[in-house]
Nanobody, 123 residues
Framework: QVQLVESGGGLVQAGGSLRLPCAAS????????MGWFRQAPGKEREFVAA????????YYGDSVKGRFTISRDNAKNTVSLQMTSLKPEDTAVYYC????????????????WGQGTQVTVSS
């Protein structure tokens, strides 16, 4: 079992930055690939970023490439999403997710989810 708790959301102006930490309670956190997804009102859940269990490889959705960075600290059981150059279209609820084994950009392949944190970007 993995429990995930996101934090760090809030209101930010366009062009600003936010960092979203996600704390995981898992005895074998380093065995899980981690991902970030987001969902805006009336839209489907969208892949944002993923990181392998070692942290050696990262993957990003096209809309956030070059602006967002995913990282993890296996010693602290945390994964973070650093968001820069934020745009109003980044407004959404952001979810942290865990998948045992390989990373994936497919939400349905993640078995564990946090409760989400709201990010609102004003123009």
């Amino acid at each position: 079992q993995v429990q995930l708790v996101e934090s760090g959301g809030g209101l930010v102006q366009a062009g600003g930055s936010l960092r979203l930490p996600c704390a995981a309670s898992a005895r074998t956190f380093s065995s899980y690939a981690m991902g970030w997804f987001r969902q805006a009102p009336g839209k489907e859940r969208e892949f944002v970023a993923a990181i392998t269990w070692t942290g050696a490889s990262t993957y990003y959705g096209d809309s956030v490439k070059g602006r967002f960075t995913i990282s993890r600290d296996n010693a602290k059981n945390t994964v973070s999403l650093q968001m820069t150059s934020l745009k109003p279209e980044d407004t959404a609820v952001y979810y942290c997710a865990a998948r045992y084994g390989r990373s994936s950009a497919v939400a349905a392949e993640y078995g564990y989810w946090g409760q989400g944190t709201q990010v609102t970007v004003s123009s």
